[in-house]
């Protein structure tokens, strides 16, 4: 299994970028996984930023993204997305895409219930 995130860049503040997951391998669809996106700034460690629960829509957001964020998922094209609107400069990190073959209650918050990662993309908010 291979996750390539990309769509990371250099932004202002207030700025939106649409963060990609292309996910690959044999039998692996992102509609059977949990999928979740985690973001980890330099000094700090990884954090959760979303997730959407497998074989449903349910989706999930960390508080300081929550009304700025939206995850998505193209089970056609084994694709998630993270689009990402009014970005501010603390939203500067390493962004990670994960998944998941089973995740109980709030279990996507946690990074290490996850299976696969891919590895990562930068995203730097600075005027």
């Known amino acids: 299994v291979q996750l390539v995130e990309s769509g990371g860049g250099l932004v202002q503040p207030g700025d939106s970028l649409r963060l990609s997951c292309a996910a690959s391998g044999r039998d692996f669809n992102v509609s059977e996984y949990t999928m979740g996106w985690f973001r980890q700034a330099p000094g700090k460690e990884r954090e959760f930023v979303s997730a959407i629960k497998r074989r449903a829509d349910n989706t999930y957001y960390e508080d300081s993204v929550k009304g700025r964020c939206t995850i998505s998922r193209d089970n056609a094209k084994n694709m998630v997305y993270l689009q990402m609107n009014s970005l501010k400069p603390e939203d500067t990190a390493v962004y990670y895409c994960?998944?998941?073959?089973?995740?109980?209650?709030?279990?996507?918050?946690?990074?290490?219930?996850?299976?696969?990662w891919g590895q990562g993309t930068q995203v730097t908010v600075s005027s």
């Open positions: 994960g998944a998941a073959k089973i995740s109980y209650g709030s279990g996507y918050r946690y990074d290490n219930i996850y299976d696969y």
